[in-house]
């Protein structure tokens, strides 16, 4: 188990829809290496944002086991499980989700101030982390005043803020232009590779899957092949 | 066309209305505000749902809603005498008012709340932001423009009711229009009121734009 940051074995998702029982994930064991960028592929409805959900800490297993930085996240009661995102996870999200009131530096700042930080430590990393995605000209620009692009450089600066064990991206690119989406791709490379960080991101396109070190191929909430 | 008594009688009436209102306001947020934050919070679709909490906060606001001010005035007569010791003059007209208030101001806090984006609460939820931090740090945050736009709806709407409270031996500038104006028809008395309170809501109306809108930092 040396060198992986998630580890996952044998998780099972079970809805229940009325008297029938759906399983969302049906068995899924897998394993996200320190240092890698790993992308999960699936069509909507194949689990892949379950599997997501449950790697995060967002969600729990209905049985199965999952580790991650060297922690069974199944057993977390919802407290520790808010505690733990907060101290080792970073999120990317396809709508960006950015606070339309608040400028870049402070939308980056935002999660540093859940964990209590102090005001000035906390802008002085987010500063830091904006010019690592190459906003140190937008600093003081609020959502509405940058393109689509930018606000998704905006949500990786905020991810990579916390310093987090893993970050996760769902669709990042979902909102995106080819071009744009490139670009970003690119971007999320660098964070992995120069870097250091560990990223999973999730997606139903191959094309953008290519982009990452490794691909889980998700059907039907099995994990149907890896390349 | 006035005596000086006449004068100084509007005068201390706009003076009571004033502090009627503001004051009335004021405890109007100090219940309404968590009230409202409690009603979108503790709701089906709320960061933490409640359904009991909900249910109860939602009908008696409900029920308080439904009971017309006037009425409530009424009702609320022996409450009223147990916390100022009288049922007339300007502090028993605040104590309705607040009551008459709070709900009104919770439903309106309670809509503001409700139009921040769902994707950026469950983002904050996401980067394990707390159930407190999000309402601080998000829900109030993001709402403070549309709070802000409520607190001058809710001030015309208390100077509205306040003169009400004229009816019932309450003070300010109702009261004075309500006794010149009604019971006697002294229309030299009656218009000054009147104008004034148009002008009380309409200044108060611009502030409060005008702040809201120095807020609003999503467009510059």
Known sequence: MNGSVISGKNIYKIFKLGEERVAALNGVSMEVKRGEFVAIVGTSGSGKSTLLNMLAGLDKPTKGEIIIAGQHIEKMSEGELVKFRRDHVGFIFQAYDLLPQLNAIENVALPLSFKGMNKSRRTKEAMHALKQVGLEKYMRHRPTEMSGGQQQRVGIARALVVRPEIIFADEPTGNLDTKTTISVLHLLQEVVHEAGNTLVMVTHDNNLASYADRRLHILDGEVVYED | ?220
């Open chain 2, 1 to 220: 066309m006035w005596t000086e008594q006449e004068i100084l009688m509007i005068l201390q009436g706009l003076w009571e209305t004033i502090v009627i209102v503001g004051v009335s306001t004021f405890f109007g947020y100090v219940l309404g505000l968590p009230l409202g934050v409690l009603l979108a919070v503790t709701d089906s679709d709320g960061i933490k749902p409640h359904p009991m909490l909900y249910k109860v906060l939602d009908v008696v606001t409900n029920i308080l809603r439904s009971v017309p001010f006037i009425i409530l005035l009424v009702v609320l007569i022996p409450l009223t005498r147990a916390i100022v010791g009288k049922s007339y003059g300007t502090a028993a007209t605040i104590v309705p008012l607040v009551i008459a208030a709070a709900p009104f101001i919770g439903r309106m806090v309670e809509s503001s709340i409700k139009e921040v984006d769902h994707g950026v609460i469950e983002a904050a939820q996401s980067m394990g932001a707390g159930t407190f931090k999000i309402i601080w740090n998000v829900l109030l945050a993001e709402a403070r423009t549309s709070l802000l736009v409520g607190v001058t709806i809710a001030f015309g709407t208390i100077l509205g009711y306040s003169a009400m409270a004229g009816a019932v031996g309450g003070g300010g500038l109702g009261s004075i229009a309500i006794r010149y104006g009604y019971n006697r028809w002294q229309p030299n008395i009656l218009w000054p009121c009147v104008i004034i309170l148009v002008l009380l809501v309409q200044l108060f109306q611009v502030l409060g734009m005008k702040i809201s809108k120095d807020l609003d930092r999503r467009r510059s």
